[in-house]
């Protein structure tokens, strides 16, 4: 043993190296990375340039988490500098992206951080040994005592060279698992071997690791030799801190649980780093995805530590004027404006994932449910809230129940929707055991009313809707049911369904599209683009099955342009209205509503509904209107509609979209109450189905 690196004894105060001084934090990174650019630099070894951490020059990657990243070209293609190349690299690794919503994750380690690194050809591992020695013992004038090399017997190369450079006490052999000394490269068909440097612990007791030396290599031998250290960890050990984010202090959340403190500082460390190379908040690929998780975290840390937005930007503002003094990008701002904006969406009931849903319950916001999907196979319960089943004729009956049945639905009936009284229905008690019983019973996957009629607001002060908020289902229908509807997502928070009643799977012609958007509606979690159907009918189907009058569809009248999205609303427009004032009428904030008439509406009947809307106090909140199809029977044009919409000037700002399917005339679709749909009038498909 050739032992280069004589050994003496350490002092009580290991590295002697003082207190670090937060307010200086960034010399001190600074002065590492000068001290091993200059080491490399003074043995012969070019410099690389550092790339920015969301470069593409590595495609492989979303961001560059290593320099050999940047290295990879030469490595693949052999031609790795004879006398080595080094490099100081930013980097950023996600792996504490999974935890951030984790309570019992504890990030160990910074996101963000800078790498020192180099690469060496295959024949120079000795020299590569040595100099990654030479940087700690001569550079940083560790100690060699406080130094351990950690390798395995099994890569006998690796532990020659270290038996070369250093007494066997300086080094632990096999200590580790296997895997430990096995090294993940990320380069298909390239693999690493290696040996980790670790530096005592500043009390004295115990290693860490800060760096390591990797052969890299793959079937047909060794590629190359890489160092790597990691400049925050050198620091940690160096100065006796607590965490490598220490390395970049943000100065102000000492008091802060240690639990959300350090997730919290990494959080804001990597958003500003990513903000300040050009990602955006609001952009679409998978990087700034990922970005989006960081900033969203910030705002979950401030809910579980009680830090207001504002005391989290006045230290993100001394931050960013301590690490980045020269950059006159303010990303404190625009990481305060894209939270301000993100907690405003989840407050308008924008609910996309797994993370909105955890930081909404923070924020105590009571979100929509969706029921489960209904699928070919499932149990249907047919209930009359309304008109009793008497009321259908037997050949509807059976044809609705065959249509149903050939879809693979198993049909059962409330115990009481044959019931019938002299208003054509049955007893509020009796239609409210149905209701009750269709959603208590485990095995009844969706529900389908018969059919429309007056008087399903009856029922609304006998509701147990806490029994139904308990057991969340499918429930659809039209017309009458808009009023049931809507109070069950008002009280319930469910999302309900204004599409075809049992009745209406009898149609046996035209009636496709209307299954169509049934299936995306209530059988898909997909969002769905609304396309007007190509014919419409407006005539008796169920006195002729055969001899029915089909019309060319106009499509969709636009009576104003516009872009909105909202919660949905709707749809019957006077049983809808029949709730105003009522503790079962929706809250308009942030809402798209939906309506539609009958033939037994005229334009002026419809004009003085709309009126009542608009002198709503909370229809300010209303973002767009869609409106149904009108029947012949109403004689509402596009230019009689027209005049009426721009006669109100409450409406002069909102997206309005008519002769939309749905309501009285067919085919109808199938739309969410309490969903969300989105309107862009300028977009060749103006309606989406966001979430339903």
Same mark, same amino acid.
């Given at each position: 043993?050739?032992?280069?690196?004589?050994?003496?004894?350490s002092?009580? !105060?290991?590295y002697?190296?003082?207190?670090?001084?937060?307010e200086?934090a960034?010399?001190?990174?600074?002065?590492?990375?000068? /001290?091993?650019?200059?080491h490399?630099?003074?043995?012969?070894? $070019?410099?690389?340039?550092?790339v920015p951490?969301?470069?593409?020059?590595?495609? &492989?990657?979303r961001?560059?988490g290593?320099?050999?990243?940047?290295?990879?070209p030469?490595?693949?293609?052999?031609?790795?500098?004879?006398?080595?190349?080094?490099?100081?690299? /930013?980097?950023?690794r &996600?792996?504490?992206?999974?935890?951030?919503?984790?309570d019992?994750y504890?990030?160990?380690?910074?996101s963000? #951080?800078?790498?020192?690194?180099?690469?060496?050809?295959?024949?120079?591992?000795?020299?590569?040994?040595?100099?990654?020695?030479?940087?700690?013992?001569?550079? $940083?004038k560790?100690?060699?005592?406080?130094?351990?090399?950690?390798?395995?017997?099994?890569?006998k190369d690796?532990?020659?060279?270290?038996?070369?450079?250093?007494?066997?006490?300086?080094?632990?052999? /096999?200590?580790?698992?296997?895997r430990?000394? %096995?090294?993940?490269?990320?380069?298909?068909?390239?693999?690493?071997?290696?040996?980790?440097?670790?530096?005592?612990?500043?009390?004295?007791?115990g290693?860490?690791?800060v760096?390591?030396?990797?052969?890299?290599e793959?079937?047909?031998?060794?590629?190359?030799?890489?160092?790597?250290?990691?400049?925050s960890?050198?620091?940690?050990q $160096?100065?006796?801190?607590?965490?490598?984010?220490?390395?970049?202090? $943000?100065?102000?959340?000492?008091?802060?649980?240690p639990?959300?403190?350090?997730? *919290?500082?990494?959080?804001?460390?990597?958003?500003?780093?990513?903000?300040?190379?050009?990602?955006?908040?609001?952009?679409?690929?998978?990087?700034?995805?990922?970005?989006?998780?960081?900033?969203?975290?910030?705002?979950y #840390?401030?809910?579980?530590?009680?830090?207001s937005?504002?005391s989290?930007?006045?230290?993100m503002e001394?931050?960013?004027?301590?690490?980045f003094?020269?950059?006159?990008?303010?990303?404190?701002e625009q990481?305060?404006?894209?939270?301000?904006e993100?907690?405003?969406?989840?407050?308008a009931?924008k609910?996309?994932?797994?993370e909105?849903?955890?930081?909404?319950?923070?924020?105590?916001?009571? #979100?929509?449910?969706i029921?489960?999907?209904?699928?070919?196979?499932?149990?249907?319960?047919?209930?009359?809230?309304s008109?009793?089943?008497?009321?259908?004729?037997?050949?509807?009956?059976?044809?609705?129940?065959?249509?149903?049945e050939?879809?693979?639905?198993?049909?059962?009936?409330?115990?009481?929707?044959?019931e019938? /009284?002299e208003f054509l229905?049955?007893s509020?008690?009796?239609r409210?055991?149905?209701?009750?019983?269709?959603?208590?019973?485990k095995?009844?996957?969706?529900?389908l009313?018969?059919?429309?009629g007056?008087?399903s !607001?009856?029922?609304l002060?006998?509701?147990?809707?806490e029994?139904?908020?308990?057991?969340?289902?499918?429930?659809?229908?039209?017309?009458?049911?808009?009023?049931?509807?809507?109070?069950?997502?008002?009280?319930?928070?469910?999302i309900?369904?204004s599409?075809?009643?049992?009745?209406s799977?009898?149609?046996k012609?035209?009636?496709?599209y209307?299954?169509?958007y049934?299936?995306?509606?209530?059988?898909?979690?997909?969002?769905?683009? *609304?396309?007007?159907?190509?014919?419409?009918?407006?005539?008796?189907?169920?006195?002729?099955?055969?001899?029915?009058?089909?019309?060319?569809?106009?499509?969709y009248?636009i009576?104003?342009?516009?872009?909105?999205?909202?919660k =949905?609303?709707?749809?019957?427009?006077?049983?809808?209205?029949?709730?105003?004032g009522?503790?079962?009428?929706? !809250?308009?904030?942030?809402?798209?509503?939906?309506?539609e008439?009958?033939?037994?509406?005229?334009?002026?009947?419809?004009?003085?509904?709309?009126?009542s809307?608009?002198?709503?106090?909370?229809?300010?909140?209303?973002?767009?209107?869609?409106?149904?199809? #009108?029947?012949?029977?109403?004689?509402?044009?596009?230019?009689?509609?027209?005049?009426?919409?721009?006669?109100? =000037?409450?409406?002069?700002?909102?997206?309005?979209?008519?002769n939309?399917?749905?309501?009285?005339?067919l085919?109808?679709?199938?739309?969410?109450?309490?969903?969300?749909i989105?309107?862009?009038?300028?977009?060749?498909?103006?309606?989406?189905?966001? %979430?339903?």
């Amino acid at each position: 043993m050739n032992e280069k690196f004589p050994s003496s004894e350490s002092s009580e !105060n290991i590295y002697q190296r003082g207190k670090f001084e937060r307010e200086r934090a960034p010399e001190y990174v600074e002065q590492i990375a000068t /001290d091993f650019s200059e080491h490399y630099s003074d043995s012969g070894y $070019l410099e690389r340039e550092a790339v920015p951490i969301s470069s593409k020059t590595d495609p &492989t990657v979303r961001f560059i988490g290593s320099h050999i990243s940047v290295f990879k070209p030469e490595l693949l293609g052999g031609t790795i500098p004879a006398q080595g190349e080094y490099m100081v690299q /930013d980097c950023l690794r &996600t792996k504490n992206v999974r935890g951030l919503f984790d309570d019992s994750y504890v990030a160990g380690w910074g996101s963000s #951080f800078i790498s020192l690194g180099a690469l060496v050809p295959k024949d120079r591992l000795n020299e590569a040994t040595e100099r990654q020695l030479k940087f700690f013992t001569e550079r $940083l004038k560790v100690n060699v005592d406080d130094l351990r090399m950690r390798v395995s017997s099994a890569d006998k190369d690796l532990l020659d060279s270290c038996l070369d450079y250093l007494p066997e006490k300086s080094l632990e052999i /096999d200590t580790r698992e296997a895997r430990y000394y %096995q090294h993940v490269i990320g380069i298909e068909g390239v693999r690493g071997r290696n040996y980790n440097m670790a530096l005592r612990n500043p009390n004295g007791e115990g290693f860490s690791d800060v760096g390591n030396i990797i052969l890299l290599e793959n079937d047909d031998g060794v590629l190359g030799i890489e160092t790597a250290i990691g400049s925050s960890v050198v620091l940690k050990q $160096l100065y006796n801190l607590e965490h490598v984010n220490d390395c970049y202090p $943000l100065v102000g959340f000492e008091a802060v649980n240690p639990q959300f403190r350090r997730k *919290l500082e990494d959080s804001i460390i990597v958003s500003m780093r990513l903000l300040k190379e050009g990602l955006l908040p609001r952009g679409s690929d998978n990087r700034e995805r990922i970005l989006r998780s960081y900033l969203r975290s910030i705002l979950y #840390f401030a809910l579980k530590t009680n830090i207001s937005l504002d005391s989290i930007h006045s230290v993100m503002e001394n931050y960013e004027a301590t690490q980045f003094p020269n950059d006159q990008l303010n990303t404190s701002e625009q990481i305060i404006t894209a939270l301000t904006e993100y907690e405003a969406d989840l407050r308008a009931g924008k609910v996309n994932g797994k993370e909105d849903e955890v930081i909404a319950a923070e924020l105590k916001i009571n #979100f929509m449910q969706i029921p489960k999907k209904i699928k070919k196979g499932d149990h249907i319960r047919v209930i009359a809230p309304s008109r009793s089943m008497g009321l259908l004729s037997d050949d509807v009956k059976k044809a609705a129940m065959e249509k149903l049945e050939s879809y693979g639905f198993k049909l059962s009936f409330g115990k009481h929707v044959d019931e019938t /009284d002299e208003f054509l229905s049955s007893s509020v008690s009796s239609r409210v055991e149905d209701l009750h019983e269709a959603f208590a019973d485990k095995t009844v996957d969706g529900i389908l009313t018969v059919i429309g009629g007056y008087n399903s !607001n009856q029922m609304l002060d006998y509701i147990d809707y806490e029994l139904l908020k308990n057991n969340p289902k499918v429930f659809c229908g039209f017309s009458d049911i808009t009023a049931i509807g809507n109070a069950i997502t008002t009280k319930s928070n469910f999302i309900t369904y204004s599409g075809p009643h049992f009745s209406s799977w009898a149609i046996k012609k035209g009636f496709d599209y209307s299954i169509e958007y049934f299936e995306k509606c209530c059988m898909s979690d997909e969002s769905f683009v *609304l396309h007007p159907s190509k014919q419409w009918s407006d005539d008796p189907w169920y006195l002729d099955q055969e001899r029915r009058d089909f019309i060319d569809s106009e499509g969709y009248w636009i009576i104003q342009e516009g872009l909105a999205e909202g919660k =949905t609303i709707g749809s019957h427009a006077r049983c809808l209205a029949a709730l105003q004032g009522t503790q079962y009428w929706p !809250n308009l904030d942030n809402s798209i509503l939906f309506i539609e008439e009958d033939a037994e509406t005229n334009i002026q009947l419809f004009d003085r509904l709309l009126q009542s809307y608009i002198q709503l106090p909370d229809f300010k909140g209303v973002q767009g209107i869609l409106i149904g199809r #009108f029947q012949k029977d109403s004689n509402v044009t596009k230019e009689i509609l027209t005049k009426v919409i721009q006669s109100k =000037t409450e409406l002069s700002n909102l997206p309005i979209v008519a002769n939309v399917n749905f309501g009285h005339a067919l085919p109808l679709a199938t739309l969410p109450i309490g969903g969300r749909i989105s309107i862009d009038t300028k977009s060749n498909n103006p309606i989406t189905v966001v %979430q339903h």
